[in-house]
């Protein structure tokens, strides 16, 4: 290859929501370092149909590579296969689907943070309660894995009983609604594992809006920094817990661009991440407020860098003109 061959990579995102954004921000800084990748996003809105379109278009346009995370397990596999069966690598991140076909995945281990919640479940209510699970889209790899390392950790527990595990679709409203619903059936609830923040939250707040002030302990998954994320959430006590569900857009590129370089690379690439409790959340912050500072100075030099690029250029056209003429 070239060595300043330029690439176009595709992202497809399922969704659009905090999460995302924070991922997408970070591919695109990520791309500052590598001047000849032009990054094109895509969002499905959490729909299928959407998402296979939006796929289908980047294999059209005769994208480089293809960066995917697909809303359910088996509803978009057509798209990625057709894409991998035109020679186009696939990176596959935070979802899966049934398919083998995609050149790496990378995201997080959802199941170990099912696991990790359900005990820190068991150990928080001593081993003894009723516990209601609202889950993310049902056929989403995430959900799936998540409910199924809930349910291990939880077998330890003989005396802790999952009274429900509702499927939600990872919004705040799905959280309320179920919580809503269940409220008005049975009370006798002590603990909601939201398989995201967002979902736990509108759960906290359907069981606020029903002036049921039972000591319910609220735990999530997402982490994040935003000042309505849940590591805040976690910090001002309105979560238990949470995970941080690690977007790291830095790695994802740097995958990318090993792949399209052809150099080695990992098939399959587990991002670690840990739980955030009211104990450690205010130390997560205060990293989260350096590294912001560290992202805003690099934005700032980069545009920077732009502005010279565009004035030396300018510079040169009027060389040349006062040249010719
Ligand atoms: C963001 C999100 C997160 C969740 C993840 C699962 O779109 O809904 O809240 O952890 O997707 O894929």
């Known amino acids: 290859t070239p060595k300043n061959k330029h690439y176009v990579i595709g992202v497809s995102q399922c969704s659009e929501d905090i999460w995302r954004d924070k991922l997408n921000d970070e591919l695109s800084i990520s791309s500052f370092s590598n001047e000849n990748v032009d990054i094109r996003f895509a969002s499905a809105d959490d729909n299928d149909q959407r998402q296979i379109e939006q796929i289908n278009h980047f294999i059209d346009e005769g994208v480089d590579l293809l960066i995917a995370s697909p809303n359910q397990m088996h509803t978009i596999s057509s798209a990625i296969d057709r894409a991998y069966a035109k020679g186009i690598p696939v990176i596959l991140f935070d979802r899966k689907t049934d398919s083998r076909n995609y050149t790496a995945f990378i995201g997080a281990d959802n199941y170990v943070i099912g696991k ?8 928080s209510l001593k081993g003894k309660g009723n516990v209601l699970e609202i889950t993310g889209l049902e056929s989403s790899s995430p959900a799936v894995e998540r409910h199924r390392g809930f349910c291990d950790a939880l077998n330890s527990f003989p005396s802790i009983k999952l009274i429900g595990s509702l499927h ?11 919580m809503d619903s269940l409220l008005k059936k049975r009370k006798d609830i002590d603990c909601v594992f939201g398989q995201n923040d967002r979902m ?3 759960a906290r707040m359907a069981a606020r809006k029903l002036g049921f002030d039972k000591n319910i302990i609220y735990i999530g998954v997402d982490g994040l920094p935003t ?4 590591l805040h959430n976690v910090a001002s006590h309105e979560l238990s817990a949470s995970y941080i569900y690690p977007t790291r857009g830095d790695l994802v590129m740097q995958l990318a661009m090993n792949i399209l370089k052809k150099k080695p690379f990992k098939k399959d690439n587990y991002l670690k991440s840990t739980i955030v409790t009211p104990e450690n959340a205010h130390a997560m912050l205060m990293q989260v407020d350096e590294i912001n500072h560290q992202r805003a100075r690099l934005i700032e030099l980069h545009g920077k860098v732009d502005q010279y690029f ?7 056209i009027y060389l040349f003109l006062s040249v010719v003429i």
């Open 200 to 202: 736990a939250m509108g």
């Open 116 to 123: 990790v919640m359900g005990e820190y479940v068991g150990v």
């Open 310 to 316: 565009a004035q030396y250029n300018h510079q040169q």
């Open 168 to 178: 939600g679709d990872w919004t705040k409203e799905s959280g309320s609604y179920l």
């Open 227 to 230: 000042s309505d994320g849940g």
